[in-house]
């Protein structure tokens, strides 16, 4: 499971917000707004380093 794989690699840093996001219930507000768009924003960066990121930008 990518949670899994996130929190035993990225534990330090995106520990919390995985696990609060897989223990959230509907209906409950979950107040990690600036830190979701940290990760979206480290998780695009990630990606942008691969090939397969560079082949897609080349192929569009």
């Excluded at 330090?12 to 609060?20: D, I, Q, S, T």
């Amino acid at each position: 499971m990518a949670a899994s794989w996130v929190q035993e690699n990225y534990g330090e840093r995106w520990g919390n917000l995985v696990g609060n996001a897989l223990a959230w219930q509907y209906g409950v507000e979950l107040d990690a707004r600036q830190e979701a768009i940290d990760f979206l924003n480290f998780a695009i960066s990630e990606v942008s380093k691969t090939g397969v990121y560079r082949q897609v930008v080349n192929d569009a």
